[in-house]
């Protein structure tokens, strides 16, 4: 059994339909209290919005100059930061142009920087959800 670390911050999506309104944020782990929200999005998915969550995380936490770990339940978002490209299957279209611009973006910040943050897999089995979840399942 694995020890959360309370003193972190945790991303996390949520996606109406798939494509869908997408939003993501991020939360201190310890509190709960919203650190980002970025959203809604039209014609969005919801492994766009974890990775967009994970690197806007990592981005701002370097700004900040903390170095505290930074949690996500998303196996694909943590493997679309680790090759700094989001594989996504989504089509372009008009209504998630903005989409596609943060995902540039993200993926030129992953290419141009380092962060000291661990990356880690929240354990939903053992913790519960994840403390930026949406809370719409």
């Not at 996500?72 to 978002?77: E, H, N, P, T």
């Not at 279209?93 to 030129?108: M, V």
Request: net charge positive; with cysteine; charged share 20%.
């Amino acid at each position: 059994m694995s020890n959360k670390i309370l003193n972190s911050l945790s991303v996390d999506a949520a996606c109406s339909g798939n494509p869908g309104i997408m939003e993501y944020r991020g939360v201190f782990t310890a509190t709960g209290e919203e650190i980002f929200r970025m959203g809604p999005f039209q014609q969005g998915t919801n492994n766009i919005g974890e990775f967009l969550a994970l690197v806007h995380g990592l981005a701002l936490l370097k700004k900040q100059n903390s170095t505290i770990p930074v949690y996500s339940d998303s196996v694909s978002a943590m493997a679309w930061v680790r090759n700094k490209k989001a594989k996504t299957t989504l089509e372009h279209c008009e209504a998630n142009k903005i989409l596609f611009e943060l995902l540039a973006r993200a993926e030129n910040w992953l290419k141009t920087n380092t962060c000291p943050n661990p990356i880690l897999k929240w354990e939903t089995r053992e913790w519960g959800e994840i403390p930026a979840d949406f809370g719409r399942k």
